[in-house]
């Protein structure tokens, strides 16, 4: 269930790298990504020191080259499903970067980006598929315009820019979740 653009059973970690979306903005589009720190690695709380600003450069030699970005998603699905808000749905997040869907550039301005803990060749959780399955329904509930053609991959709208999800997101599984509700 979503209340006042939080969704109710996550856990919310706010991030100031968001902004207001633009006046009138239709959110309209999913983004499904993958993120793991250190690169392909899972656990510990990295990724929202990483979407807060709080990133320790020293904690590992990778850190130095991401600390200093401004970038967030809506949500993060750890490996265990648990769910991680960072910013509001009302609001933009900085997750799709340069990006384009049917012609209609900066994604960021209508889309939510949900975060999957992981990398593009180690395949998700059944309980990653389970959040992700809940976290859609209830978005689609609340944004009604975000419809199966409107769920995507960062891979998608960023072409030859960015591979996530990646080749081990089993889109079928995740469409067949949403339907068969």
Known sequence: MIKQAILTQAEYYPSTHCDERPENADISLLVIHNISLPPNEFGGDYIKYFFTGQLNPELHPYFT????????AHCLIQRDGHIVQFVPFSKRAWHAGISSFQGQNRCNDYSIGVELEGADHIPY????YKSLQQLTLALQENYPAINLARIVGHNDIAPGRKTDPGISFDWTRYRQLLICK
Do not use: E, K
């Open 125 to 128: 959780t059944d309980l990653q």
């Open 65 to 72: 080259s991401i600390y200093q970005m401004r970038v967030s």
